[in-house]
Nanobody
Framework: QVQLVESGGGLVQAGGSLRLTCAASGRLSVYTMAWFGQAPGKEREFVAAIIWSGGRTYYADSVKGRFTITRDNAKNTVYLQMNSLKPEDTAVYYC????????????WGQGTQVTVSS
């Protein structure tokens, strides 16, 4: 089972940017990978996904045009570039392996907190 460690979160003003990193203990290249966000008091929700080759990406409507998911299979790492951040993006962000329906499977990492101030 792949172990995932997220990093890169922090406190940023609205309109700012952050780059999240997900580092894996094992080989990620065979998996579709995704980012999920969990806002306070809410369920964890899908944010973005990228297939094993990096050739196709998927985004939640709320982040299209602002967030970009990429991966580096040689480094077993997935990234989430977050631009034009809004207060409603405040959440703990987790990366995950997902199936072809973009549903999570496997273990969750500890997540990384993103806080956007207005």
């Amino acid at each position: 089972q792949v172990q995932l460690v997220e990093s890169g979160g922090g406190l940023v003003q609205a309109g700012g940017s952050l780059r999240l990193t997900c580092a894996a203990s094992g080989r990620l290249s065979v998996y579709t990978m995704a980012w999920f966000g969990q806002a306070p008091g809410k369920e964890r929700e899908f944010v973005a996904a990228i297939i094993w080759s990096g050739g196709r990406t998927y985004y939640a409507d709320s982040v299209k045009g602002r967030f970009t998911i990429t991966r580096d299979n040689a480094k077993n790492t997935v990234y989430l570039q977050m631009n034009s951040l809004k207060p409603e993006d405040t959440a703990v962000y987790y990366c995950s392996t997902v199936d072809r329906d973009l549903q999570h499977f496997g273990a969750w990492g500890q997540g990384t907190q993103v806080t956007v101030s207005s």
